[in-house]
């Protein structure tokens, strides 16, 4: 291998048709141009000022593990595969912060913090898939949200190398600090439209002395719903707070072999962490008293962890079933129940099957529209389409969001132009322009 290459470039049909869908599988399947993985920042670079000058759409990817088409090539594109970025630079115990590459996997970074009593505490479904530059691009969320919140309050500086290959470090290395425009909040969650991720220094935390786990069974979802609220207003701050609804229960069980479906009709999990961990779990399971039917706490680690497990398998356990359109709205959490109440009513009125899991902590759900097999690319069948557009109008009728982290891509342009009207959108493009005036970065994707 030559020292001097900075970047390899493929154009295997095979690479280029994985680089043509992501893992909401429904965006039109279009070969890009080519795939190219840079070796070095100075890669990206090269590759983004050779892009800008011969007005080459460029489209940023990490695993492509994202679930709204934004990372997904298009014709004549190049997808710029940042997954060989993978060095953690630095974990720096003092000072409970990070430095690490773009491409790195989330989980080795929660790991590699957790050697020095430390976590990296957003840990999205695919924690064990996505990359840092993907989170940071989609400002993820993930199942410690309910407590830490979503990527965006962990980053606290970014390297990002701009459309015309001009790499800027924009942010601190401090905990504090307000000199200037916020430029990390705006690249952070800008879905690969305004700079290339190559870089981050992000934030950690003690890892938590304890945590305590409890799974709470309902009849129905609406029920469990109104548990989010209960626990919302008890006091107690769970790190986890998850829903699954009955149909999704047992899909997991049919792909993992558990048995969560025969000990009730819907799940909550909740888990406390920190010193007052178990005694934080009591106000929880108070809270929950006479409205679950069943309450469980794991006796042990290995319990909590395989409960955890579950619930992440539920995208693969409905990819198991079928074709999945994965939603992902928010909505104010005292809305829960009506939400979850209402998806049941556009399932029945357009005969699809919804299943419902999410973050709901966060007043996070994601009404998973399940239909038949079909080949990658396939157009979305219309019964399907019209319940997310239902659905899509119900969360901005509770006063909620159409997307809550997976973000815009090419499959949520419209609704999102709807949700934030003229005005913003007009502004938001402007800010696009500014810093990609040739329209190079990931054109037909998110505004
Ligand atoms: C099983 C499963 C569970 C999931 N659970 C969650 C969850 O709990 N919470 C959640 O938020 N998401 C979840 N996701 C969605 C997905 O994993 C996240 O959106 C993740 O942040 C994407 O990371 P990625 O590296 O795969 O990015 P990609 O899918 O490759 O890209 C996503 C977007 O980011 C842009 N991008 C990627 N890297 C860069 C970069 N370095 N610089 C600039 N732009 C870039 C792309 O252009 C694209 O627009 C889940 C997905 C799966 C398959």
Do not use: C
Request: glycine share 12%; charged share 20%; net charge negative.
């Amino acid at each position: 291998m030559s020292r001097d290459v900075i970047f390899d470039i493929y154009d295997d049909p095979g690479v280029l048709l994985a680089a043509s869908v992501d893992r909401s599988g429904w965006p039109e399947a279009v070969a890009p141009r080519g795939v190219v993985q840079p070796r070095s920042v100075e890669g990206v670079r090269a590759v983004l000022a050779w892009a800008n000058q011969t007005r080459t759409a460029i489209v940023p990817r990490g695993a492509g593990s994202g679930l709204a088409g934004g990372a997904v090539g298009v014709a004549d594109a190049v997808v710029l595969d940042l997954s060989g970025l993978d060095r953690i630079i630095s974990i720096d115990p003092n000072e409970q912060l990070a430095r690490v590459e773009a491409g790195v996997i989330t989980a080795d970074l929660d790991a590699a913090a957790g050697a020095h009593g430390l976590m990296y505490a957003p840990d999205p479904g695919s924690v064990g898939i996505s990359t840092i530059g993907g989170n940071v691009a989609t400002n993820a969320g993930g199942l410690r949200g309910a407590k830490y919140g979503v990527t965006r309050d962990h980053v606290l500086a970014l390297d990002v190398v701009l459309a015309d290959g001009t790499l800027i470090h924009t942010g601190r290395d401090t905990i504090k600090g307000v000199t200037g425009y916020d430029l990390v909040g705006l690249f952070t969650g800008s879905e690969g439209t305004l700079g290339v991720v190559v870089g981050a220094t992000l934030r950690l935390l003690p890892r938590p002395a304890r945590t305590a786990t409890a799974s709470a069974f309902f009849d129905n979802i609406e029920l469990a719903a109104r548990g989010i609220t209960a626990i919302t207003r008890s006091g107690a701050r769970p790190a986890v707070l998850e829903i699954m609804d009955g149909a999704t229960l047992a899909a997991i069980d049919a792909l993992e072999g558990t048995d969560l479906r025969s000990r009730g009709g819907a799940l909550l999990i909740a888990q406390t962490d920190g010193f007052g961990a178990e005694e934080e779990l009591d106000v929880v399971t108070a809270a929950l008293d006479g409205a679950a039917s069943r309450i469980e706490i794991a006796v042990d680690q290995a319990d909590a962890d395989r409960l955890l497990f579950a619930r992440r398998r539920a995208l693969p356990a409905l990819e198991a079933i079928g074709r999945p359109l994965i939603e992902d709205i928010a909505v104010p959490r005292s809305r829960l129940a009506e939400a979850v109440r209402r998806i049941g009513m556009i399932a029945a009125e357009e005969g699809v099957r919804i299943f419902v899991f999410g973050h709901a902590g966060d007043g996070n759900l994601h009404p998973i529209i399940v239909t038949e097999h079909a080949p990658a690319g396939a157009p979305v069948p219309s019964p399907a389409q019209a319940a997310a557009d239902r659905i899509f109008a119900l969360a901005l009728e509770l006063g909620g969001t159409i997307t809550a982290e997976h973000g815009v891509g090419r499959l949520k342009r419209a609704w999102a132009a709807r949700e934030l009207g003229p005005e913003v959108l007009s502004l938001q493009r402007s800010i696009r322009a500014v810093l990609d005036p040739r329209g190079i970065l990931n054109p037909g994707s998110s505004l």
